[in-house]
């Protein structure tokens, strides 16, 4: 075996992951193929350099995403570092420059005694060597014939439809029921019941709202199992009511009475504190979501944890695939990170990097490999990736919905979050100091 780790791309995960790994004494050997081979959205040579959004997300430290920020902090994240050293005013949100941004974690990583950077292509996995895949979701072709491969895979490259998350301390419970289809398993949905109007009023809204625009490169043909909810709406007036929205089956319990139509939510973790939206894929923009989404009865207060989008994504099925190490189960020499694990957003993908550069890093040094304490938001990052129901897995950023509740019971939602953020931050600083990471 070689006596470097090998890590493979050099966005925001390969970069942290080079940085941690080599920050526990390990030597590093990071390949990045630009600017040799350029992608169809970068522009430059610089690693780590931001292709979409210039904003790294909320840095309020009550903020889902900023308690990850948080954590990172306390494991002296370059990302982190370097974002805040090329920040420009963004109100809540860590937002940089992305040029200063890139140059600074470039230069830390050229000036990394243990860190080799090499500008080549890598279209094969190393097998003599413990090594890093955080490629991103624009993953040669090459490398993801090379990835397919070694997981058993068909397919690397997914339509990635992603329907809503909702908050549920944000649901109506007075207007939804909850109810299964004909009976079938249990009241295991939340069911919005709609009259005529309200499904006519949320049909027009759809026709007329704002829809996202895909990339050239984004562009495929839609596959019948995730068409955008919009489109649907556009085959026909009761397209969606013979669809998803179909309310055979839903009768109310307390009344009988079947609603005109029906929008279902599926619980999406075992602590019931968020809801997907069934069916619900979509290209409309962000803030269209949430004024069209708000009219379906029982979500007019709605928080949504996550939006809805569709897009051409790299990912592979991570609770099928890899430990809680972030180590393929098949072989434990290979590592993945970054939104190539399902992570949705730039600090997530990131916070794996990190993550997968430490274990890489004790893994080649002989020590005991580490998984993050199930309350903090590497953590919950984690379980959702390696725990989650193979058959639905998608990716998703950080939100208070995979936080375990606390246990102190509070209608408060910002007392709830303070004790959610305390209890992560203790946590992981109790983590790190207890596996010596500090």
């Known amino acids: 075996m070689r006596e470097d780790i090998v890590i493979i791309g050099g966005g925001l995960a390969g970069s942290e992951a080079a940085w941690q790994a080599a920050n526990r004494g390990a030597r590093v050997t990071l390949y990045e193929m630009r600017p040799k081979e350029m992608t169809k959205a970068h522009k430059t040579g610089d690693l780590a350099e931001l292709v979409c959004s210039n904003s790294l997300g909320s840095a309020d430290p009550l903020n889902a995403p900023g308690i990850l920020k948080t954590e990172m902090r306390l494991l002296n994240s370059l990302v982190i570092r370097a974002a805040e050293e090329a920040r420009v005013p963004a109100g809540s949100a860590l937002a940089v420059d992305r040029e200063q941004f890139a140059r600074g ?49 068909r397919h690397l490259y997914f339509f990635d439809a992603i329907s809503p998350i909702i908050d549920a301390d944000s649901i109506d419970m007075e207007i939804v029921y909850r109810a299964s289809r004909y009976g079938k398993g249990g009241a295991d949905y939340l069911n919005c019941p709609m009259d005529e109007a309200a499904y006519n009023a949320l049909y027009e809204a759809m026709m007329t709202a704002e829809k996202v625009q895909p990339k050239e490169f984004e562009k495929v043909a839609y596959f019948e199992s995730c068409i955008p909810i919009e489109v649907m709406a556009e085959r026909g007036r009761q397209t969606m009511q013979f669809g998803p929205l179909k309310p055979v089956g839903l009768e109310h319990p307390k009344t009988g009475v079947r609603p005109y139509a029906v929008v279902q939510l599926r619980t999406e973790n075992a602590h019931g504190t968020c809801y997907n939206m069934v069916g619900f894929q979509t290209k409309l923009t962000y803030p269209e979501q949430r004024r069209v989404f708000r009219l379906i009865p029982g979500l007019e207060q709605a928080e949504f944890l996550r939006l809805g989008s569709l897009h051409r994504n790299t990912f592979i099925n991570s609770p099928q695939l890899l430990r809680d190490t972030l180590q393929l189960k098949s072989r434990g020499t290979v590592f993945f990170a970054g939104q190539l694990v399902g992570v949705e957003g730039y600090t997530e993908s990131a916070a794996m990097g990190g993550l997968a550069g430490i274990n890489a890093a004790r893994g080649l040094l002989g020590q005991p490999l580490l998984t993050p304490p199930p309350n903090s938001a590497h953590g919950c990052l984690m379980a959702h990736i390696t725990k989650s129901d193979p058959a639905r897995f998608q990716p998703m950023n950080t939100n208070f919905g995979l936080f375990p509740p606390v246990t102190l019971k509070t209608r408060d939602k910002d007392q709830k979050r303070r004790l959610i953020q305390q209890r992560a931050v203790e946590d992981f600083e109790a983590w790190i100091a207890q596996s010596g990471l500090s």
């Open 105 to 153: 974690i470039t230069q830390a990583l050229e000036g990394h005694p243990n860190i080799r950077i090499l500008r080549e292509e890598v279209t094969e996995i190393p097998q003599d060597a413990v090594s890093i895949i955080a490629t991103g979701p624009l993953t040669s072709e090459k490398l993801s014939n090379a990835i397919s491969a070694l997981t058993h895979e």
